[in-house]
């Protein structure tokens, strides 16, 4: 249970208050180098989903990209516990139609 409330943050730290975009709704965050490395460079998330297809190890190297300077992750956790936040910004499932509340 414990592994699993954990996985399940840090898989949703790298989403929280990024824009509801499947390519562009992440962010990369800083960590240690070690913890980056152990990780698999799991922080550089924006990346991954702009270019899903390049191995791992390469994704520190494309850099930020036209994004802000990333963040630390330990203050994003922190902010994620906080609770929801009502969203702004409204997208269209393309499946059915309509707008997503």
Do not use: C
Not at 63 to 82: K, Q
């Amino acid at each position: 249970a414990g592994f699993g409330l954990l996985w399940s943050a840090l898989q949703y730290v790298h989403h929280f208050g990024t824009s509801r975009d499947v390519v562009n709704g992440a962010q990369n965050l800083r960590t240690w180098k070690w913890l980056d490395l152990f990780w698999l460079h799991h922080n550089w998330h924006l990346r991954h989903h702009q270019q899903p297809t390049v191995s791992w190890i390469h994704l520190p190297s494309l850099g930020d990209g036209e994004v802000s300077p990333r963040g630390h992750l330990v203050p994003a956790y922190i902010r994620m516990w906080r609770g929801p936040r009502p969203a702004t910004q409204r997208v269209e499932n393309r499946h059915v139609g309509r707008l997503i509340r």
